[in-house]
């Protein structure tokens, strides 16, 4: 059963910088698609990114493309979110996603999702 840990968020300067990981265990992470979501509190869930299995493919949010970076390592079985030139509003729990037979990215902002991590804080400070 695949297993998904978020971690790497934090307290940050706006412009400041973060690197959040999601390692993956019990599956590897080289079949599937991985989704990053952010909530913030009285917020609607909101799509940031999304990596193909193999890393050929990115997707992202209008809100943060240009200053997110999504990449993954299967070797290690982590996906990775570089996050630069932070804004008070990235404040949010991130979680990362996947889901069985899953593997291009496509409609990742509205498709369910079977596995998800118990999510990190980043806090931007104004």
């Known amino acids: 059963q695949l297993q998904l840990v978020e971690s790497g968020g934090g307290l940050v300067q706006p412009g400041g910088s973060l690197r959040l990981s999601c390692a993956a265990s019990?599956?590897?992470?080289?079949?599937?698609?991985i989704a990053w979501f952010r909530q913030a509190p009285g917020k609607e869930r909101e799509g940031v990114s999304c990596i193909s299995g193999s890393g050929s493919s990115r997707y992202y949010a209008d809100s943060v493309k240009g200053r997110f970076t999504i990449s993954r390592d299967n070797a290690k079985n982590t996906v990775y979110l570089q996050m630069n030139s932070l804004k008070p509003d990235d404040t949010a729990v991130y979680y990362c996603a996947a889901d069985s037979n899953y593997y291009f990215c496509s409609d990742y902002v509205r498709k369910s999702y079977t596995y998800w991590g118990q999510g990190t804080q980043v806090t931007v400070s104004s």
């Open positions: 019990g599956v590897t992470l080289d079949s599937y698609a």
